[in-house]
């Protein structure tokens, strides 16, 4: 595991209207690491994740990957960057099925003239896409099904296996497991430790402590629009947790 | 013990604790079921079909009979492929006949303008001024649907009252017959092995909407925008782009609409378009098209023009008053959409619940 961040922001600010959403955050990304993002509702952890996808424009900060600084103008660029997102509504075209999902807006297409009118390679994109669920664990049992008709487990598994398939550098889940039951959760959370271990940083927002020490490599907490503390989450506990979320305990940043 | 707790639910959505075995899936029942509609439609134009074979085996059951029913549903259909594409995309379009009128009209004067020619040089000049007064029209609505986020129906409400009043402004209000013989002889009237030309033309706009809606990177992009927009966006599909592009496409197909309908007519019946957005649109629906948007199939759409104008068919033949078919095709499309809650309702309920529909047509389903 390296301990350079591949992906940092300083001092981010973000202002809407009177509210001061962010108020000179900083975050680090590390590959083959997943980082927690933690926070009470207000705390600024949405918005940082929405500057940091490309969804947003901070007001002030600097945001560096590998080392650069840069500024986002859209998700795309973000994309290009290999980094992707996961919001809590997922945004999968419910009338399409899981691997016209995954590859939704980045067709293979046929080489030459009927390529250009338009036709796919379909037959590749369900192999490639078939291969990309299973290398990930992401058992999908039906992929030429329309994602409406799946449980909530699957279509969140396939959210962000697809994910997963494209981020070559830093992947973030807002909270892939608010909605999900005991056994989906850990379906989820198991998908994201694959993840890491294929060395990419992630990033994941949850507001379950347990879930967040049992996933997570560090955990970063955020209060009134900053990071208070980041601690190890092998030598943390909910109650340390739950103490610098609400101000309750000193804070402390770890290595 | 704690494995017997797990309620069915759970199992079937954690990933890894499952084995893999083959189980026909909530989704794959919901795609059969898509498709399903369309040839459960099939199965009841079949059966009207046998009903009128029945009861008038020789004036019903005749090729002359089936020929016109083809020709009385080709234009139709022309428009109805367009129209498929701008319901898939939770669209719709109330114009389609107004701009057939428009474009027949300037075409018609166009070629008038030409002098008396009846060459194929005339005709391909009308051709055309009827194909870009269409795609003008088409751009006009979906510049207004996507950029000014005007709702559809609003914006295709106001092109049909414009489109048509342009037309009379045009014309006086008086129909023009200017179109060369060449087109006449061919297009309107011509034949190809017993085949009307006018048909194949139609055929061949169906199966051109049918491979593009289910086979291209427009298609899918057509449905995706249609079941999530948002989701597009962020996935970096021009949403508004492509909606421009579809209410063109279908405007393009109400021009090309136009000159068919002026040449089979010789006359630009600008009076006789008023209600045919509301046939296409019926056709369209009764065809399995989701009104919601996402779901759609070109197929559906003809078949569902098909059941109106052979019921049509059917009660002249019989000597019913044929305003009873207005009243049949009513009750269809009201039954259309019934169905498609349905189906919606079962889908985001997570599991298949299988209607009276369904279940009487189990099994006679193909997976095509």
């Known amino acids: ?255 | 013990m704690s494995n017997a707790t797990h309620t069915k639910d759970d199992v079937a959505a954690a990933p890894e604790t499952e084995d893999a075995a083959p189980r026909t899936s909530v989704g794959e029942h919901l795609r059969r079921r898509v498709q399903a509609q369309a040839l459960q439609i099939v199965l009841v134009w079949l059966v009207i079909c046998a009903i009128f074979s029945t009861l008038a085996p020789t004036a019903f059951l005749d090729v002359t009979n089936f020929r016109n029913i083809a020709v009385s549903v080709a234009i139709l259909a022309v428009l109805g492929v367009g129209t498929t594409f701008i319901i898939v995309t939770g669209g719709i379009d109330l114009s389609m006949g107004s701009i057939l009128v428009f474009s027949g009209v300037v075409s018609s004067l166009t070629m008038e303008r030409l002098g008396d020619g009846q060459g194929w040089g005339v005709a391909l000049v009308g051709i055309l001024v009827a194909l870009g007064c269409g795609l003008a029209w088409g751009l006009v609505n979906g510049f207004f649907v996507a950029k000014a986020k005007v709702p559809p129906m609003i914006v295709t409400l106001g092109t049909f009252g414009a489109a048509l009043g342009l037309a009379q402004v045009f014309t006086g209000g008086i129909d023009r017959r200017a179109v060369p013989d060449v087109l006449v002889n061919t297009v309107g009237f011509g034949q190809v092995a017993g085949v009307p030309i006018l048909v194949l033309v139609a055929a061949l706009v169906v199966v051109l909407g049918i491979v593009l809606l289910r086979r291209t990177k427009f298609g899918l992009h057509t449905s995706a925008v249609g079941s999530n927009p948002e989701a597009c966006r962020r996935v970096g599909i021009n949403v508004d782009r492509q909606l421009i592009r579809v209410y063109a496409f279908a405007g393009l197909l109400a021009g090309l609409a136009g000159i068919l309908n002026l040449t089979f007519f010789r006359s630009t019946t600008i009076a006789g378009h008023s209600l045919t957005n509301l046939d296409v649109i019926a056709g369209v629906v009764i065809g399995g098209t989701s009104l919601f948007g996402g779901i759609g199939t070109v197929f559906g759409t003809v078949v569902g023009l098909l059941i109106p104008a052979t019921l049509r068919n059917g009660f002249v033949i019989l000597g019913v008053a044929p305003y009873w078919q207005q009243v049949v095709v009513g009750a269809f499309l009201v039954g259309a959409v019934y169905f498609d809650q349905v189906r919606r309702a079962s889908a985001t309920r997570g599991r298949p619940r299988s209607s009276l529909f369904s279940r009487i047509f189990t099994h006679h389903r193909k997976d095509s």
């Open chain 1, 1 to 255: 595991m390296s301990t350079d961040a591949i992906y940092e922001a300083r001092g981010i600010v973000r202002r809407f209207g009177a509210v001061q959403a962010l108020d000179g955050a900083d975050f680090d990304v590390r590959p083959g690491e997943v980082s927690a993002l933690i926070g009470d509702n207000g705390a600024g952890k949405s918005t940082l994740v929405r500057i940091l996808s490309g969804a947003d424009a901070p007001d002030g900060g600097t945001i560096s990957f590998q080392g650069r600084e840069l500024t986002l103008t859209s998700p795309t660029d973000a994309r290009d960057l290999g980094i992707e997102t996961v919001f809590q509504d997922l945004a999968l075209a419910n009338h399409l099925d899981p691997i016209q999902n995954m590859y939704l807006g980045r067709e293979l297409m046929r080489p030459g003239l009927l390529g250009r009118l338009g036709f796919m390679q379909r037959a590749e994109m369900r192999r490639r896409g078939a291969e990309a669920f299973d290398s990930l664990g992401a058992t999908v049992r039906d992929y030429e099904g329309a994602v409406s008709g799946m449980s909530g487990g699957q279509r969140q598994a396939i959210a962000v296996a697809r994910a997963a398939t494209w981020a070559d550098k830093v992947i973030f889940l807002d909270e892939p497991t608010a909605a999900l039951g005991v056994v989906q959760t850990k379906g989820v959370l198991d998908l994201i430790r694959r993840i890491r271990d294929q060395g990419l940083g992630v990033v994941y927002i949850s507001h379950s402590m347990p879930e967040v020490l049992e996933v997570s490599d560090r955990v970063h907490v955020m209060r009134q629009g900053r990071r208070v503390a980041v601690y190890d989450a092998k030598s943390s506990s909910v109650e340390e947790l739950v103490g610098a979320m609400t101000g309750a305990l000193e804070t402390r940043e770890a290595s």
